[in-house]
């Protein structure tokens, strides 16, 4: 059999497999959990309805409890996460043994997903500067903050070393492959399946034929244990919610509620600027598209991970989008990775508000290093929830913002994780629908 056949008689499996995944009404099953997980949370908080205890520490001891089915999902979703992205993306550089598409979709797509980001960050800055909301702090407020609770020691661990650009460039290329797996390390991991991939496309077909073989059973064994973890994907979202809201309340939105609010109205026009593109370039219908990408949009968002939810979008934009599994496969991966529209426009303001409150003003030349700036730290985010924030450090120490200022907005960060992931996600979904109509 060849190489070609062999791929595309997997194609029926493998959509079995895909359908396996989003099930009947799986996206009411994860709003139901989203909204009992929500209220939920809000009642048991300490900072909300405190029914149980009003004792933050003992409330966190319930929370852990209660977020065992949610981190039980997305441990059984991060364990199979990395062979699922080398497969997929060597098998999407060859399902098509075409180099010229491969050659064709990334001409077109990395400069879409940077002018994508770009345009976010764009709107981010514009609204930031326009409504100003870290005007008006009194510096004993900001000192207070400073010495509250809020302590930035609660930030993921995630190891931010201090590279010169050459150096962050040559870091792309893993010089060993194991480290960069065990380091987790997306952006790395997609480079080498990408070169893995074109290789291997480049071999003749009987050299090449063992490894597809391979890569087959491997993509379709990672999408089984997927398929079980959706299955209780609706109380793990309850779960994973809960867990947050016992754990922050809305207590913490008060006085930086109008930061909260900016970064929203960016990321919902962010989220219109995807429709129009979905509508316009993609040519489909606004409401198929949104119809077809909520199940994504839910777990983006009750997971605040983009890798986690890598799954389920290409099932999403394969089942509901009908997008060509070669353009899905590619496209999701790859964008889970290095689009991250949400994140990019989130760090903006997030930089620009810091700088307002301590008084720092920036100049249009600084503001376009910041733009470019914000771009690169997107691509290098990784996929996992809360990330941005440790990003936004570094940004923070280029401008002259005291990286202690992160203790003012990490209150509200994880509920603007959410919002973002969600954005994240539909920006690859996005993606995957214009590349579909124009690369073939
Ligand atoms: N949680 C985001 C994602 O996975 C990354 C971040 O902004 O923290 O897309």
Redesign the pocket.
């Known amino acids: 059999m060849s190489t070609h056949e062999n791929i595309s008689q997997r194609g029926q499996v493998m959509e079995d497999v895909t359908e396996s995944i989003i099930h009947d009404n799986l996206w009411i099953k994860i709003l139901f959990g989203m909204i009992f997980g929500i209220v939920a949370g809000l009642l048991l908080s300490p900072y909300g309805g405190a029914i149980i205890t009003a004792d933050p520490s003992a409330a966190g001891q319930i929370a852990e409890w209660i977020a065992l089915p949610g981190k039980l999902f997305l441990g059984l979703i991060q364990m199979v996460v990395i062979p699922l992205v080398i497969c997929s993306i060597i098998l999407g550089i060859n399902s098509s043994r075409n180099l010229e598409f491969v050659k064709n979709i990334s001409i077109a797509l990395l400069p879409y997903f940077l002018a994508t980001t770009a345009l976010a960050v764009s709107i981010g800055i514009f609204l930031v500067q326009w409504i100003r909301p870290g005007d008006g702090f009194s510096e004993e407020f900001v000192t207070n903050m400073l010495n509250s609770g809020a302590a930035t020691d609660t930030l993921p661990d995630y190891n931010l070393t201090d590279l010169t650009i050459p150096q962050r460039l040559l870091n792309l290329l893993p010089t060993n492959i194991a480290q960069a797996e065990l380091d987790r390390n997306m952006l790395q991991i997609v480079v080498a399946s990408a070169l893995a991939g074109v290789a291997l496309l480049s071999l003749p077909e009987r050299s090449a034929e063992p490894l597809i073989k391979l890569s087959v059973s491997v993509q379709m064994l990672t999408m089984k244990i997927i398929g079980w973890a959706m299955h209780i994907a609706p109380y793990a979202v309850f779960s994973l919610l809960c867990d947050i809201l016992i754990r922050t309340g809305f207590d913490a939105l008060g006085s930086i509620g109008l930061y909260f609010i900016t970064v929203l109205a960016g990321l919902a026009c962010v989220m219109v600027m995807y429709m129009l593109i979905a509508v316009i370039l993609g040519k489909r219908s606004l409401f198929g598209f949104l119809g077809g990408i909520r199940e994504a949009q839910l777990i983006?968002f009750s997971t605040?991970?983009?890798?986690a939810t890598m799954p389920v979008s290409i099932s999403v934009a394969e089942e509901h989008l009908r997008v060509k599994p070669s353009v899905s496969r590619f496209v999701v991966p790859l964008g889970?990775t290095i689009n991250?529209d949400?994140?990019a426009l989130?760090q903006a303001v997030a930089a620009l508000f810091l700088c307002q409150v301590f008084g720092i003003e920036l100049g249009t030349p600084e503001i376009l290093l910041l733009l470019i700036t914000t771009i690169g730290a997107s691509i290098g985010?990784?996929?996992?929830?809360?990330?941005?924030?440790v990003v936004l450090a570094t940004i923070l120490s280029g401008i002259g913002v005291p990286p202690e200022g992160i203790a003012l907005i990490l209150g509200v960060d994880r509920l603007l994780?959410m919002c973002?992931?969600t954005v994240?996600?539909t920006g690859d979904l996005t993606a995957c629908v214009v590349m579909d109509r124009f690369v073939s």
């Open positions: 983006a605040s991970s983009s890798g889970a991250m949400g994140t989130y985010t990784p996929a996992t929830p809360g990330v941005g924030i994780d973002r992931t994240n996600v």
